[in-house]
Every structure is written in C-alpha cells, then in structure tokens.
C-alpha cells in the first residue's frame, strides 16, 4: 500500500551546495530519522555535532577509485529502489540486507561553475557527477515511497511535511519533476562542453548534432504577448549581463512585451563605447544616440522620434544620473535598464510608481559569442548571434567622393543602429545621433520614406523648419536592390550612405550616388533582422 505520508525512518545526505544543510540534517535528527553521508556532507554535519553515518560504514563497502565509487552499490540503490508495496521487492531487500532509504537529498558536483572558471579538461571531467545523478533519478523514480530533494530552496517546505507527519505523494511527484529537469539540466550543460571539445570548427562547437537546451524558470508571466498567450522566462545560467542579472528596484512585475523590448534595447545600447541613450518601442529603436553625457544623449535619442518614445524602453550604457532620470520623467517610460543608477537617480524615478527600474550590474558585450533560437513548425531555428563588427579598415570606398571625417564617424554610427533595428531598415544619422528610422517595411524604398517622414514630424515637434534628415547620412541593413533606394535617401538630404553592396546592380546604385555627388562606402555585412 503506498502511504499518503510518507514515514521517514532513513536519509541520505550528500549535497555539493551545502547551505542549509546543517539545519535539514538537525531537523532531521530531532525527528529521529537516521542519517547517511559522504565525504563533506558528512563531515559538515558531524562537525555541528549530530550523528551521522558514513556510507560506507552503512554498506559495509570502502568509497574506491579517488571517491568515483561511493554509492554505486546494491545497499544504497537497492534502498532507493525497492519498492514498499511489493512483497517480492521486501523479501528480496531483508535476504540482501538492505535498508530502505526513505529521502534522498542530493545536488550536483558544480561542473558548470568549473568550466566557467577556465579549468583544464581533466578537472571538467572529474567535475562530472556519476554517483550524484543516479541517486537523484532512482529516488525520482521510486517518488511513490521515496522523497527526493535537490534544491536547498525545497528543504523548508519538506520540513514543514515532516512536521505533519511526512510527505504527500503529490508532494513527492513534484519533487521528482524537478529532479528529473535537475538532472537533465546537468546533462544538457556536459553534452554542450563535450560536443565543444570534439568539435572539428566553431560551426560544429555551436551547433552540434544533437543540441540540447536547458534552463531555469524565473519568471512566469501574466500572459504572453497577447492575453490568450501563456509565457514564462527563463534563465540558461550563462550571467550574460542583461535581463538574467538585472535586479528591479521598482515598479510592478514585467511582462513578456516589456522583457523582449527592454532586452533588444539593451543589446541596442551596448554597441556604443561613449554615454549612450537607446529608445525601443515595440522591439524597434525609435531613437538612439551617444554624446558627452548621458543626459545630452537622451535629449538627441528622444527627438528623434518623440511621438513613439511615448510608452517606451529606455536603455543606457552608463550608471544612471539625478539629472538624466530627471529628463526621462518628463515622459512616460515603461521601463529604464542600466548597470546601475545613482541615489538621486532612484529617488526621482521613485515618484513614478509603475515605472520599472532594472539595474544589471553590467553592460553586455556586443561581440560575445552565443546562440539565438526561433520556433518553427516541428522544431526551432539556431543561429549564431549577429556580433558582426565594422571598422574604417574594413569599408570600402565606391564613390568618387570620399566621406567627410564626421560622415564616416556617422556611418559607422548608423550602421550599427541598423543592426538592431527590422528588415528592411534605414537609419539616417547626423551628429551622433538618429534623426529618422524606418523599419519593417516590405520594401526597402518605403523604409527610407516613411524615416524621412518621421523626421519631419519630429522637426515640426521641434519648432524647426526643415527635416532632420537634411544634412545626414543614412544606413540601410542590406544591399539597394535598384537606384530607387538611393535615390529616397537622396531625396532625404543624405549626404552619404553606408550599405553592404553585393547587388547585381550595384554600379547602377554607385552611379546614381556619384549623379547626386553623395559618398557611399560598403559594407560587405549584411545586419537582416527578422
């Protein structure tokens, strides 16, 4: 008969991550319950004086092979496994002398915090848990008569069980869910680093034959990006600083809307080595600029487009100051993402009660090296991240004019906003700054458009007379198919132009550049953003 709670005679302890352990271990004990350890779970407890055994005194069997061996015996599995409601199980179990076990309390050898330290291959390896793992899924298993815990965060909840007179097994399923998604986690973070150690090219290393993918909820939401949609967020435990380390210091609870845009705006933002601002609205820059502070940044960000950074993301690369936060609450903001932000900062935003704050501790690195994943029916898409970069050396020239000092510093400018922003995009840029986006668009003439347009309505919003765009240069994520583009961005008042080039007709683009005595410089990098 399977009890509905469970009584605990016997645990085995035997945990990596030790907190908690030395109250489990005395609650235990006062509770009667006999307790079984190794190595370090053992002495840890034995050193806070309560009674413990050691495994191998409890199987009669000497740990061997520099600890591998410990528990991988019949009279610590064979506890785990039996089966109380099974006369055959218990018969068998008193012939051999095995002892029930009744709770496993198991986590992992800390092989991820190993190979993040930079450790050579053999100490990965021997940071690889056989005995832990095989514990922790035989207790999982057997959940009907068996309580498995591998997370210190569940000993407080198994405490209070116990002080009614046990677990339940609806209690004890659901920890074995976890143990399992535990185990699996574990093993999906060894494939990753063996198929990197096997790899034969970096193609290989990222995207091996069979990829696993593991990580650990959150967050889960209110809803997804419409209210029929359910949604969750998930950590992979790389501490890539951005959304996985951020720590909100106000405002109610994020949704997923909030969380896509504040994480594109942030990636946006960190492509800039000066005091920079980015605006998104609706996974799209609306307006992004770098200048001598971060307060001069915002105001040439938000004039950009001033009517769409309304109900926006606001992304900075620098700790936030008193005097931009100041600026920034003049609108609304939904949410402003630094690495961090002074008391003045805090204390101004704190009089806008729904705004979020996030503080990351850090600024991402716009070349680090990753995957990005998309669902398709039947399976998803990986990819490497776009951390395409490019420098002065890398352009090449086209044009019988060459860029002005300011237009090329600008190209570059504008070609990285490009990177961030949707296909088919063009960005025109003066001054450090943008002064027109289009994004999104089928065709990539309308994207030039509809960017000149918005920069009429933000100079009007500006008291100014003539379009911002007049005097730029612009950008556009791909190659001009046909010498329309250019010549909207022409119409636009650019003076120069940045864009991959590698189009059948691109001496038919050049020549409309030179017709209009503009410079143009390519790429040879495409930034689609789908």
């Known amino acids: 008969m399977i009890h509905s709670r469970l009584p605990l005679r016997r645990a085995l302890l035997s945990v990596s991550d030790k907190s908690g352990l030395v109250e489990l271990a005395r609650a235990l004990d006062a509770q009667g319950v006999e307790l079984l350890s190794t190595g370090g779970s053992a002495r840890c407890i034995r050193d806070a004086g309560i009674l413990v055994t050691d495994v191998s005194e409890h199987t009669g069997f000497p740990e061997i092979l520099d600890g591998r061996v410990k528990t991988l015996v019949p009279w610590i599995h064979g506890g785990i496994l039996g089966r109380r409601d099974k006369e055959e199980h218990q018969a068998q179990m008193s012939e051999h002398k095995i002892a029930p076990i009744d709770l496993v309390c198991v986590n992992l050898y800390p092989f991820a915090s190993t190979v993040a330290s930079g450790a050579d291959a053999e100490t990965c390896v021997e940071n690889i848990d056989i005995g832990g793992p095989a514990m922790v899924r035989a207790a999982a298993k057997n959940f009907a008569h068996v309580a498995i815990l591998t997370d210190p965060e569940q000993y407080d909840g198994f405490l209070e069980a116990l002080a009614k007179g046990g677990s339940t097994l609806s209690e004890r399923r659901r920890w074995a869910a976890n143990a399992y998604a535990h185990t699996a986690r574990y093993d999906s973070m060894i494939a990753r680093w063996f198929a990197e150690q096997t790899a034969e090219n970096e193609a290989e290393a990222l995207l091996p034959s069979v990829l696993t993918v593991a990580g650990e909820r959150s967050d889960l939401l209110r809803y997804g990006e419409n209210p029929h949609q359910q949604a969750a967020f998930y950590r992979d435990g790389s501490q890539r600083p951005g959304l996985a380390t951020a720590k909100q210091i106000q405002g109610k609870a994020l949704s997923y809307n909030n969380l896509n845009d504040t994480d594109?705006?942030?990636?946006?933002?960190?492509?800039?080595?000066?005091?920079?601002?980015?605006?998104?609205?609706?996974?799209?820059?609306?307006?992004?600029?770098?200048?001598?502070?971060?307060?001069?940044?915002?105001?040439?960000?938000?004039?950009?487009?001033?009517?769409?950074?309304?109900?926006?993301?606001?992304?900075?690369?620098r700790p936030l100051d008193q005097a931009t936060a100041e600026q920034i609450s003049k609108i609304f903001t939904e949410v402003i993402v630094?690495?961090?932000?002074?008391?003045?900062?805090?204390?101004?935003?704190?009089?806008?009660?729904?705004?979020?704050?996030?503080?990351?501790?850090?600024?991402?690195?716009?070349?680090a090296k990753g995957l990005a994943f998309r669902s398709v029916s039947g399976g998803f898409l990986a990819q490497s991240r776009d951390h395409g970069h490019v420098t002065p050396e890398s352009l090449k020239v086209v044009t019988k004019r060459q860029p002005s000092e300011q237009e090329m510093a600008d190209l570059l400018f504008s070609f990285r906003v490009a990177k961030h922003v949707k296909s088919n995009a063009v960005i025109y840029v003066k001054n450090q700054a943008t002064v027109g986006i289009g994004a999104g668009q089928m065709s990539r003439v309308d994207s030039a458009r509809i960017a000149a347009r918005k920069s009429e309505d933000a100079a009007r919003a500006a008291g100014e007379d003539t379009a911002l765009t007049v005097g730029s240069v612009a950008a556009s994520d791909a190659f001009f198919p046909f010498a329309d583009g250019l010549e909207s961005v022409v119409a636009a008042g650019a003076t120069a132009v940045i864009q991959p080039g590698g189009s059948i007709r691109d001496q038919e683009v050049i020549d409309a550049a030179d017709k209009a005595g503009i410079a143009m410089v390519f790429t040879g990098m495409r930034h689609f953003r789908h």
Not at 268 to 294: M, Q, R, W, Y
Not at 342 to 359: F, I, M
Not at 361 to 366: E, K, M, R
């Open 264 to 317: 594109a705006a942030f990636e946006a933002v960190a492509e800039f080595e000066g005091p920079s601002v980015v605006i998104v609205k609706h996974a799209n820059p609306c307006g992004v600029a770098s200048a001598d502070t971060l307060e001069n940044a915002w105001k040439a960000a938000l004039r950009c487009d001033p009517v769409s950074a309304f109900g926006g993301i606001v992304a900075l690369n």
């Open 338 to 367: 630094a690495p961090d932000a002074d008391d003045g900062a805090k204390e101004v935003l704190s009089k806008k009660k729904n705004l979020r704050l996030l503080l990351t501790g850090a600024v991402p690195d716009a070349q």
